[in-house]
Every structure is written in C-alpha cells, then in structure tokens.
C-alpha cells in the first residue's frame, strides 16, 4: 500500500518499538506490504505476518530478491535463521509482527487531522451499520471525504490495511472493529483512539472464547479505554447489559437508542409499508419527532439506523439530510439480501454472511413479520464458536424455527440439538431434511413445494451457506 507520508527508519522502529538487527541503505519508507507476492520499490517495507496457515518469514528471502529493502520479522526468525545474507538489507526484529503491524498504522493515523474517527462494535449489525453511516456522510460531506474498511475487514490486518489507505483528502474515518479472541478490541481502540464510539448490541457471539454475555460485554465495552475523555459512545439502552454498564460509567459522554428513556427513541413501526415495500417508522430526537424510510424491513435494522445516525449528529450531519440519505440505501450482501423472486411467488433471502443466536433469532423474526402469508422454509448451518453453550443455543433455535417454519433443512454438526428443539415443539418430523453436499440438498429440496414460499439461507461464514442459493 502506498502511503501519502514518508516514514523513516527512526520513524518505523519508535513505532513499532523495534530492533534494526541489520540495517541497509534505503532508509525512507512509503510502501507497506504484508504479501510476498506484489512488487516493491526502494522505499518498501515488508511485515512478515503469522497465520494458521501461512507464515510470512517463510519468504523473506524472496521478497529481497524482489526487491524489498526492510522487513519486519520475530525474534524467532533471529534464533532459527542465518542473517548474515541480509546484511545489505535492513531487518527489524520484534516480539509480534501483527502488533507492530498495527501499531505503525497508528503511527501513520496520527499523521493526518481528521474530524472524526468512529469505531462500530457489537454481537451483530456492525457492518450495517458501518454501511449506512457511510451512506449519510459520503452523501452529506461527498464520499472523497469518507473511508471506511471494506466488507467485513475488521480485524488486525483489516484496520490497519485501511488506516493505510488514508490521505490528505479524507476527513472522516468509519471502521467496524470486530473480535473472535479476548483483548482483540482493545487491541484494535488502542490503534484508532476512537472519538466517537459505538456498541450496537451485546450477544451470543464467540461465546466458545467469552465464555459468557458478561465476557461479550468486557470485550466490546474495552473500547472506551481508548476514547478520549471528550469523546461520544453510541449504545442501545434496549440491551440490558449495555444499560448497566452505561449508567455506572461516567468518563465520556453517552449517546442513547432505543424504544424508551433514551436520546433517540423509535416508535408506530410499520413493515411493508408502501407499494415500494419500505419499512416505515418515526424518531423522536430532543422533543421532534421525524418519518423515516428504510428499503430494508426488519426491527434489528430500526436499531441499526438508529445507531448510524447519532453518530452522523455527532458528525456534524443535520437529521433531516440524514434522514433523507437513507432512503436509498442498500443491504450489504448476504444480509438478509432478496437473491430473487421467481414466477411461483417464491422469494429467496441471503442471510449467510454469518450466524448466532441473536442474529437468527432477528431473522426468524423479521421473515415472520415481512412474509406472514407464505410458507417459510429455513436453510440452515451451524452456528460456530458457541463452546460449552452451543448444544443449548442449536436447542433453542430449533424451539424458535418451530414457531414460525414449514421447513427446515439443516447441515452441520449440531442439528440433533436443533430438531430436539423442533420436535419437542410439535414440529413434525417428515417436514425435517438433512443435507450434507449441494447434490443431496438439491434432490432433497426438488421434492416440496416451494410456491409462495420464503426461502432463507443462514449459517456462520464456516458454513458457507451461500454455496447452496444458486441450486434453488
């Protein structure tokens, strides 16, 4: 990635808190890598990364041979590896190659004079909301002036990768921060010294790492260590756990949403509402009450918006604008995404991009309130990372799809907990089909009828659900 400002070598190792344990001639840096694979210049610098599956010392031979004049290796690197080669080469060694990754990004972020930075977090709707608050400032300050991270980039690679993206030009940055490990989203804060945050929601997530909602809780609320004293935390005062939280936390200044006693309420929510099948509901925001608009139907996306537009306020971003904005905006894909609406009166939703308990429940819902007159056939993975609670959590969402399911197709290792769930709710037994490859879902699904029916695919990004949507 080409970066707009120089680094030197004095620069890079302050940063980084790194070792030069060889040092070359070319001392000035403006290109950051982690793949081998690209081409590099003089003024290159290369991190060699770690992965399950892949290890970026693995190369560096190769990428001085292309090249590359600096690289940032481990001290292990150092014990197993003869150096003496590389002597012409600059090599820096310290203890993690991902933390000094992301601790040269905030070197390199705090180079540039930008409004805001805002940072989303929550159990789900992160990159929604991350989507729709870029909508509102790209349309309102002109998208020249706004970066965020894409798809779903949310990680330690993925908010350095875009903080490496920054010029001159930008003067907002919205990234959606996510977690799968404990202390990952103070990693990632620590990076950006948020000004505005947000926590959408607390939830069943990685539950297999946090062990508990209150550990969901201690990870996203990490966040505020970072933010500076005069900064603003958006939350949803609906989720109990935040509420707690929030009223005992006086630091910085807090932000509300939700249905009730909050700064932002909601309320007459109608879905399907116009002949363009818009969601239609009002906000009340310091004693005025505004309509919105919204294409995607869905309570959890009231929250959503709700959410992305208090942060647009604090921005800057007057309500009615932001309200008008939104009209147009779209789903990301495979979030609750219309893949098609075939001539049997059937509809076919993409929400595979990933599951958990909160999240297939909100979709339960949604198809229950959006489709009440079609049959609804469920298409559904396993929900990953869950630990110790996801024999429990297949259970109840097994109780919760017999509520409202015709059908339910299933693959993955824990649908005996799912169809007790279905069972032991009067869910009959022949209306439950296991699949375990597209051919065997594909004869499975020929034999129902799918008119006038809602098809729903969902699964964690494991399952890689998506991969079944073009058999139907």
């Known amino acids: 990635m080409k970066l707009e400002f120089n680094l030197n070598l004095d620069d890079v190792l302050n940063a980084i808190g790194g070792q030069a344990v060889t040092i070359g001639q070319h001392l000035v840096f403006n290109e950051v890598f982690i793949d081998s694979r690209q081409s590099f210049s003089e003024n290159s610098i290369f991190f060699a990364l770690k992965g399950k599956k892949f290890n970026g010392e693995d190369f560096i031979g190769k990428i001085f041979q292309n090249g590359c004049p600096c690289a940032v290796i481990s001290w292990d690197f150092l014990e197993k590896n003869d150096i003496s080669e590389y002597s012409d080469k600059t090599l820096i060694a310290v203890e993690d190659t991902l933390t000094a990754y992301g601790l040269l990004a905030k070197k390199y972020l705090s180079l540039f004079n930008l409004q805001n930075k805002i940072a989303i977090t929550g159990s789900s709707g992160k990159t929604t909301v991350k989507e729709m608050l870029y909508k509102i400032l790209s349309e309102y300050f002109g998208e020249n002036y706004v970066l965020k991270n894409k798809y779903n980039y949310n990680n330690q690679v993925g908010i350095p990768n875009t903080i490496f993206e920054l010029n001159s030009s930008y003067k907002f940055l919205v990234l959606e921060i996510g977690t799968n490990k404990k202390g990952e989203i103070e990693k990632l804060s620590n990076i950006i010294n948020p000004d505005i945050g947000a926590i959408i929601n607390i939830g069943k997530s990685h539950l297999e790492e946090f062990k508990s909602l209150e550990g969901v809780l201690e990870e996203k609320y990490s966040m505020v260590s970072n933010m500076p004293l005069d900064s603003y935390l958006i939350i949803n005062v609906d989720d109990p756990l935040l509420l707690g939280r929030y009223e005992t936390d006086n630091k910085i200044n807090f932000i509300s949403f939700g249905a009730k006693n909050a700064d932002l309420i909601y309320q007459n929510i109608e ?8 969601m239609h509901f009002e906000i009340t925001y310091k004693e005025k009450t505004y309509k919105v608009k919204l294409k995607p139907n869905g309570l959890h996306f009231a929250y959503d918006f709700m959410c992305s537009i208090l942060a647009a306020i604090v ?18 894909k495979g979030r609750m995404e219309i893949i098609a609406e075939n001539s049997d009166n059937s509809i076919i939703i993409n929400d595979s991009y990933n599951s958990n308990p909160d ?13 009440p007159d079609k049959k609804k056939i469920f298409v559904l993975g396993d929900m990953l990372e869950l630990g110790e609670e996801a024999e429990i959590e297949h259970f109840k969402a097994g109780k919760e799809a017999a509520k409202i399911a ?16 279905l069972i032991q709710n009067g869910f009959s037994s022949d ?9 065997n879902f594909l004869e499975k699904l020929s034999t129902i009828d799918k008119s006038n029916s809602v098809i729903l695919f969902k699964g964690s990004r494991g399952m890689q659900m998506e991969n079944f949507i073009n058999l139907t």
């Not at 921005?315 to 990301?332: M, N, R």
């Open 406 to 421: 015709d059908y339910v197709f299933y693959t993955g290792n824990f649908g005996k907990f799912l169809i007790d769930g």
């Open 271 to 278: 879905f399907n509402a116009d002949e363009n099948g818009y």
């Open 359 to 371: 999240s297939l429940k909100a979709a339960f819902n949604a198809i229950s309130e959006l489709y």
């Open 315 to 332: 921005c800057g971003v007057d309500l009615p604008s932001g309200i008008k904005a939104i009209e147009s905006f779209e789903l990301p």
């Open 431 to 439: 209306k439950i089909i296991l699949f375990d490859d597209k051919k």
